[in-house]
């Protein structure tokens, strides 16, 4: 079990960045033994899975609406993930939430974004975009 706390979300303009960290501030297992993922939530829809970075941090995923934009990172000895966002569009702002489940690689690209694997969640932080 893995408690996450995300940070980094705020209201920026079209074609910015931001940077979302996800933290694991306690756990009863090792951090480099989780995949991490992030989730999405806009009003009125569903959560939506964007990314997820291995245990090891070699092996990444991608949605296509985040494909080219977004890049998934991790840093063990800090236990944190992080999304650098880039070009953010009008259709990014959501609640961005982190997710984790002990896992080894190598992973089913099929599973990666779905919510059943994942045991342990953040309590979110809010992207908004506008101009």
């Known amino acids: 079990q893995v408690q996450l706390v995300e940070s980094g979300g705020g209201l920026v303009q079209p074609g910015s960045s931001l940077r979302l960290s996800c933290a694991a501030v306690?756990?009863?297992?090792?951090?480099?033994?989780?995949?991490v993922a992030w989730f999405r939530q806009a009003p009125g829809k569903g959560r939506e899975g964007i990314s997820c970075?291995?245990?090891?941090?070699?092996?990444?995923y991608y949605s296509d609406s985040v494909k080219g934009r977004f890049t998934i990172s991790r840093d063990n000895v800090k236990r944190t993930v992080y999304l650098q966002m880039d070009s953010l569009k009008s259709e990014d702002p959501a609640v961005y939430y982190c997710?984790?489940?002990?896992?080894?690689?190598?992973?089913?690209?099929?599973?990666?974004?779905?919510?059943?694997?994942?045991?342990?969640w953040g309590q979110g932080t809010q992207v908004t975009v506008s101009s």
């Open positions: 997710a984790a489940a002990p896992a080894r690689p190598p992973y089913n690209p099929d599973y990666v974004f779905s919510e059943s694997e994942y045991d342990d």
């Open positions: 306690a756990s009863t297992s090792p951090f480099d033994v989780y995949a």
């Open positions: 970075i291995s245990s090891t941090g070699e092996d990444t």
